[in-house]
Structure formats: structure tokens, C-alpha cells
């Protein structure tokens, strides 16, 4: 088994806190990506909304989540181990090889299977994990209304 990502959040309370810091650093993310895309003050102010900096931030929070990777064993041996867990799984049970992610504080894992396009697998639970995890945890009726649908972007890669 191995571990990618460092974010995992135990409680609610972790979660938002690790959000909320992140929320300077997508600010100078999306400006210096503006400023490379040679974006004029009055295509920034008309182009870079709320919703653009909110995204990149629901993004960044979701590439740093802590994902495991191993084998079926492996995660049905995780789950025996963790049996209050609500068990989300994407994907082919009949595939080898397992990424999971675990949210104690919902009481959730959400994993996916792949064969061999593990980075892929990685990125699509992470998204999924966001969408189906912590965005309404974190962000409650406020995304509801401008629902991006990148919790199932990429699912069948």
C-alpha cells in the first residue's frame, strides 16, 4: 500500500480550517495564472469572478486530500477493520487494484478501481471525494446553487 496527499482531516473542524488556509494561496494561484496569461486589469476584473477563484480552491483542496493505494485485499481488509464506515465505491469490483480515500468524520470511504492508470484514479476520487464528501460539509447551500459537477468529472477514465 501507499499513501498520496497529505490532507486528512479527522474532524469537520479540520477540514474547514485546512480550506479556509488555503484561501490566500488560490487567490495568488489564480492571480499569477492571470498575470501569465497576460490578462489587462479589465479582463481580470470581468474574467476572475468568485466562482473562478472558488473553483480553484475546491480543486486545490481536493489534489491535496490523502489517498491510499493497494490492492482489493488491501481495502477489503481496510473496510473489515472499519466497519461503521459507509462504504462509496466506483468502478468494477472485479479490478485488482484499489484507491480509497477515508473521511472519519462523515464516516465514509470513497474509493475507486483501476488496472493500470493509477494517477488518473488518484485525480477522479479526489474530485469525487470533494464532490461527494466535503463540498457540502465545508460549503453547505452556498455551492448548491452553482453546482460544477466536478464530482463525477472523469469517473470512467
Same mark, same amino acid.
Given at each position: 500500500?501507499?499513501?498520496?496527499?497529505?490532507?486528512? %482531516? =479527522?474532524?469537520? $473542524? +479540520?477540514?474547514? $480550517?485546512?480550506?479556509?488556509? &488555503?484561501?490566500?494561496?488560490?487567490?495568488?494561484?489564480?492571480?499569477?495564472?492571470?498575470?501569465?496569461?497576460? @490578462?489587462?486589469? =479589465? #479582463?481580470?476584473?470581468?474574467?476572475?469572478?468568485?466562482?473562478?477563484? =472558488?473553483?480553484?480552491? !475546491?480543486? &486545490?483542496?481536493?489534489?491535496?486530500?490523502?489517498?491510499?493505494?493497494?490492492?482489493?485485499? #488491501?481495502?477489503?481488509?481496510?473496510?473489515?477493520?472499519? %466497519?461503521?464506515?459507509?462504504?462509496?465505491?466506483?468502478?468494477? %469490483?472485479?479490478?485488482?487494484?484499489?484507491?480509497?480515500?477515508?473521511? %472519519?468524520?462523515?464516516?465514509?470511504?470513497?474509493?475507486?478501481?483501476?488496472? !493500470?492508470?493509477?494517477? +488518473?484514479?488518484?485525480?477522479?476520487?479526489?474530485? !469525487?471525494? @470533494?464532490?461527494?464528501?466535503?463540498? /457540502?460539509?465545508? &460549503?453547505? *447551500? #452556498? /455551492?448548491?446553487?452553482? *453546482?460544477?459537477?466536478? =464530482?463525477?468529472?472523469? /469517473? !470512467?477514465?
Amino acid at each position: 500500500m501507499e499513501t498520496h496527499g497529505t490532507l486528512a %482531516p =479527522e474532524t469537520l $473542524d +479540520a477540514a474547514a $480550517d485546512e480550506f479556509d488556509r &488555503l484561501g490566500p494561496t488560490t487567490q495568488v494561484v489564480v492571480r499569477e495564472t492571470a498575470k501569465a496569461m497576460e @490578462f489587462d486589469r =479589465e #479582463e481580470y476584473r470581468s474574467r476572475v469572478t468568485g466562482t473562478v477563484v =472558488e473553483t480553484a480552491r !475546491n480543486a &486545490l483542496f481536493a489534489e491535496l486530500l490523502a489517498v491510499t493505494v493497494g490492492s482489493r485485499d #488491501e481495502f477489503d481488509a481496510w473496510c473489515d477493520d472499519h %466497519p461503521g464506515y459507509e462504504v462509496i465505491e466506483l468502478g468494477s %469490483p472485479e479490478v485488482e487494484r484499489v484507491a480509497w480515500h477515508a473521511a %472519519p468524520f462523515a464516516e465514509t470511504v470513497i474509493a475507486t478501481t483501476f488496472q !493500470n492508470e493509477r494517477e +488518473a484514479a488518484v485525480s477522479t476520487l479526489r474530485r !469525487n471525494a @470533494f464532490g461527494r464528501i466535503y463540498r /457540502e460539509a465545508l &460549503l453547505g *447551500d #452556498e /455551492e448548491k446553487e452553482e *453546482d460544477t459537477g466536478d =464530482e463525477t468529472a472523469g /469517473e !470512467n477514465q
